[in-house]
């Protein structure tokens, strides 16, 4: 260990200040908070938060459920198959992920409440449902919360299934087909099992996500822990309480993540391994085609076009009877300030900590350490980062100067770094792993230290990594709305927490504008993915 530290002393300094910095401060702040008097017993938890415990465990196996069967089944159908409209709906299911979980329920329920187009339409079509009431279930609700979230999670499942199938798995599909499996049997025999590992690195991925959300589900009523540590928080101002059901969503968040690793790592790497073309499609025709069709189109139709189309229209008519406020350019301009510069620090750090576990030959757990704060709910993350926030503060206080953390800039970049951190450094491995370990070898063999190879050697064969993985932390910086909500300065406004504020106030269609503006980025970045994937 001393020799190592000797020999890569820099750059794994430099990676562990990071490190230190982004992911272990937090950890040490929300251990030390739920250290506090009145929250040293994290399973001391009242009729209300077991309420909130039970129907977050609801709502992550309801999203699971949805995630996992629409995901596997089309990425099956697309990449197996051959049917009207397949190019298209292939693109298309990405699609649903350029919707931010709290923008897609604002406009699921203006869409299909009882007050909606799609309802009205229906009792102009067949009249007034028969015994009263609307005619369809209200989405207010925790079966709404789980159909809303599945849709728009739903390419967490799909991109890495269809990429399975349409690369990695096709020789053991072609063979089976040799073999007499068909259809179904084809499916559940083969499909299901190659593409376990692809189920659950997705599936882990899209729970995290609804783990962390706090905007959709506190509008359509769902008592879940994020929605109640932030009550907790601000309303009531308990922080013992909240840094109870922080550490259950830390127990569950590292629950999610050993969920077989194995599968998750080892298995889909040596899949990965077979490079072969895209697979023979079997062609389907009739009923069977129109049914394939209809299956893939419809989480399509739900997920993207329908809303996308309804936000549009609600934009133009808001844009029509009213002037566009100022205060929207001044959030634009905040929100692209913001992903830039969340975008540039996240890059810069996780490229430092890549090549300072390329360059040591050790140290393999850096990249895993970094993905802790990607993987922990934002309102988590606030909460955890308080301490920390007040320390620094105490520290400055003490110099002399006049700047405060709290209630910051800093403090927001702050929490997006220690956030996406694990984006930045994930892409940077990714891109150096294509580059041969000889190639440092002959580097080094040629006088090339520490420093100059990673200038030299490493930085260029990096760059393509950042550049995707800084469009990645862009784009979910726009979409951010916990952290952004918790510690933006006064007068701080960003596309997301207007439209949040707006929808939240009852007010949705003056923030028509501000969603559709963010649906309009994240969709530019998710057809990005869906070529590249």
């Known amino acids: ?218 509008y359509l009523g769902v008592s879940s822990l994020s929605a109640v540590i932030r009550d907790l928080w601000i309303n009531r101002n308990d922080m013992a309480g909240a840094a109870r059901l922080a550490g259950l969503m830390v127990l569950l968040v590292a629950a999610l993540l050993m969920i077989d690793p194995r599968a998750r790592t080892g298995e889909s790497q040596r899949q990965a391994k077979d490079h072969t073309t895209e697979p023979r499609r079997v062609p389907l025709a009739g009923l069977a085609a129109l049914a394939a069709t209809l299956f893939c189109a419809l989480p399509v139709l739900l997920g993207f076009a329908l809303p996308a189309l309804h936000l549009g229209s609600r934009a133009l008519a808001y844009l029509g009877a009213q002037q566009v406020d100022s205060e929207l350019f001044a ?80 403090a927001m970049l702050y929490a997006l770094a220690a956030r996406f951190l694990g984006i930045g450094t994930t892409q940077a491995n990714l891109a150096l792993a294509r580059l041969p370990t000889n190639v440092d070898a002959v580097a080094r063999i040629h006088g090339l230290g520490d420093m100059a190879l990673a200038w030299r050697i490493h930085r260029p064969a990096i760059a393509p990594g950042l550049k995707l993985g800084a469009l990645l932390v862009f784009i979910d910086t726009v979409k951010e709305l916990p952290a952004t909500l918790l510690l933006r300065p006064l007068n701080f406004e960003t596309l997301a927490t207007r439209a949040y504020s707006k929808a939240s106030a009852g007010l949705f269609e003056h923030g028509a504008v501000d969603s559709l503006l963010i649906v309009a980025i994240s969709a530019m970045a998710a057809l990005l993915l869906s070529r590249r994937s």
């Not at 465990?57 to 197996?80: C, E, K, Y």
């Not at 993987?375 to 110099?399: E, F, S, Y």
């Open 331 to 410: 959030a634009m301009a905040s929100t692209l300030a913001l992903g830039l510069s969340v975008s540039l620090i996240v890059v810069a750090t996780g490229a430092i900590i890549a090549i300072a576990q390329r360059t040591s030959g050790g140290f393999s757990r850096l990249g895993t350490i970094a993905m802790l704060g990607y993987a922990t709910p934002a309102t988590v993350l606030v909460l955890a980062m308080m301490p920390v926030i007040g320390l620094i503060d105490g520290g400055v206080a003490r110099l002399g100067l006049p700047f405060l953390f709290i209630g910051s800039s800093a």
């Open 1 to 218: 260990m001393t020799r190592l530290l000797r020999r890569h002393g820099i750059l794994l300094a430099a990676a562990g200040l990071v490190l230190a910095a982004l992911v272990v401060a937090p950890g040490l702040g929300l251990l030390w908070r739920m250290a506090q008097p009145g929250a040293a017993n994290p399973f001391a938890l009242s009729a209300t938060q077991m309420h909130a415990v039970k129907e977050t465990f609801q709502l992550l196996l309801g999203v699971a459920l949805v995630t996992g069967i629409l995901g596997v089944s089309t990425a099956w159908l697309v990449s197996v198959h051959e049917f009207p409209g397949r190019r298209w709906l292939e693109i298309g299911l990405v699609l649903p992920l350029a919707f931010p979980t709290y923008l897609a329920a604002y406009v699921a329920v203006d869409l299909f409440d009882f007050f909606g187009p799609v309802q009205g339409m229906l009792r102009a079509m067949f009249g007034p449902k028969p015994g009263g009431g609307p005619w369809l279930p209200d989405l207010r609700s925790l079966p709404g919360a789980v159909a809303i979230l599945g849709l728009v999670l739903l390419p967490y499942v799909y991109i890495p299934c269809r990429i399975l199938f349409s690369r990695t798995g096709r020789n053991v599909i072609e063979a089976a087909r040799l073999l007499g499996a068909r259809g179904a049997g084809l499916f559940f025999r083969i499909g299901l099992p190659i593409a376990r590992p692809a189920i659950l690195a997705g599936g882990v991925l899209a729970l995290l996500e609804a783990l962390n959300d706090l905007g959709a589900v506190e």
